[in-house]
């Protein structure tokens, strides 16, 4: 009987030890899994730092030079110093009050007043595998570029003080609400949009503000009699071509992480680009007998547009008709559309940036369904009419916020400090008359 009784209790013993042991590698998983990952990764901070450069270098010199190139040769500076001081102005308000409004603790509308100055963002603070610092400097340049693209739309007549003022007041009223929206939290996230680098965010957003400011500040002196030719179109194709480059920074590097995703956004990156320059090509072949740099250059711009939301989310097959949508659809935006309603966009921001990013905003919606045979993508959605409705509402959101906030702040600046320079400094041109500098002395 003492025998048996002995024999049960070895047989409890190594059943409650069994258990023990299993909870306690439970236990070491789960640990190790929660260290993972709160754990800096080199890879993917070595990759961050990098995609952080690209993007810059999309801004200053890419998006300077682009759009410098395009305008007349009085008004080159004024383009590349407009650049210049956004990229110096969007950093301190990024740092002071932008980046808690957009990645802060708030609610569904904007991020709050908790990271105010960067208050908590330490040496050893993370986002995912990423310090935080970087994570924040990425998305700088972001709120560096959005603002800069609507440069474009107002060139060559807007006074530099205004321009300054109306930078600074969207990009804390804009941006940085949209921008939370989407990925700090807000109400668009919770809808699961998607959005996974910027086409609403950076493009609708930025595009929409750039045509109201063209209808409200009219157009340029001579617009439809003179012939406005592109100063250096060879200026153009550089940026053009450091835009594309950067922009493997600007997707890619949206996944924050060095890993299978980032690889394929960089693939479906160069594929749309590709496919929307040719596309863009063809279509002015077509309408004018020849193919013109500048077509195919904007063609290359609005299939970098175009993928931007949806480069995380679709294969090739997907991207390869992201791209020749987007050629089609911007330059019939630019040319078209832009010549029937008369609105003088300078620099087609309108046509390439928001055209472009609301056919990729739509076109993600489909593509990113995994169910589409060759044309998958990665995501399970509920169904593609549903995400469809979720990626309208996004447009038609940020298309109503941009547009209706970009109005109230020009036509405040209208009657507080006026937005145009005067006949007299336009026909002379902003470069000498605003910076007392020239372009070309020659």
């Known amino acids: 009987m003492e025998d048996l009784t002995q024999s049960s209790g070895r047989k409890y013993r190594n059943f409650v030890g069994r258990i023990a042991k299993i909870v306690s590698a439970i236990g070491l998983l789960a640990t190790a899994n929660i260290a993972s990952a709160d754990e800096l990764s080199a890879g993917d901070t070595a990759w961050m730092l990098t995609s952080t450069v690209l993007v810059l270098f999309m801004t200053i010199p890419g998006l300077a030079l682009f759009y410098g190139g395009m305008v007349r040769s009085k008004n080159i500076l004024s383009v590349l110093m407009q650049c210049f001081a956004i990229t110096g102005l969007s950093t301190i308000l990024w740092v002071v009050v932008a980046y808690s409004l957009a990645f802060g603790e708030g609610n569904w509308f904007w991020g709050g007043f908790d990271k105010l100055f960067l208050s908590g963002v330490t040496l050893d603070s993370l ?22 693209l609507i440069v474009g739309a107002f060139a060559e007549r807007m006074k530099f003080s205004a321009m300054l003022a109306f930078m600074a007041i969207w990009v804390v009223f804009i ?30 957003n930025a595009g929409i503000a750039g045509l109201v400011a063209a209808i409200v500040l009219g157009k340029r002196q001579g617009y439809g009699a003179t012939a406005m030719r592109p100063n250096n179109l060879g200026y153009t194709l550089i940026g053009a071509a450091m835009l ?101 966009d300078s620099l087609d921001v309108f046509g390439v940036h928001c055209i472009g990013g609301i056919i990729g905003a739509m076109l993600t919606g489909i593509f990113a369904s995994n169910a589409l045979g060759a044309f998958s993508g990665s995501q399970e959605i509920a169904s593609i009419g549903t995400q469809l409705v979720n990626q ?51």
């Open 244 to 344: 594309w480059v950067g922009w493997f920074g600007f997707n890619a590097g949206s996944q924050l992480a060095a890993d299978g995703v980032a690889g394929m956004a960089m693939a479906v990156t160069q594929v749309a680009t590709a496919a929307a320059a040719l596309a863009w090509m063809f279509c002015e072949w077509k309408v004018h007998g020849k193919p013109s740099a500048l077509g195919i250059a904007s063609g290359a711009v609005a299939g970098l547009v175009a993928i931007t939301p949806a480069s995380g989310y679709v294969g090739p097959m997907g991207a390869l008709i992201i791209g020749i949508a987007s050629g089609i659809g911007c330059y019939w935006a630019s040319t078209k559309v832009k010549n029937h309603f008369g609105y003088d």
């Open 175 to 204: 941006y940085a609400p949209v921008c939370h929206w989407v990925w700090g939290g807000g109400w668009l996230g919770s809808w699961e949009v998607l959005d996974f680098a910027g086409g609403t965010v950076v493009h609708i």
């Open 392 to 442: 309208g509402v996004s447009v038609v959101a940020t298309l109503a916020y941009s547009g209706i906030g970009s109005y109230v702040i020009l036509k405040l600046l209208d009657k507080l400090i006026g937005l145009r320079v005067s006949e007299d400094v336009e026909s002379e041109g902003l470069d000498l008359t605003l910076h007392d500098e020239r372009g070309y002395n020659i």
């Open 127 to 148: 986002n995912g595998t990423i310090p935080e610092t970087v994570f924040m400097t990425f998305q700088m340049t972001f709120a560096i570029i959005t603002p800069a």
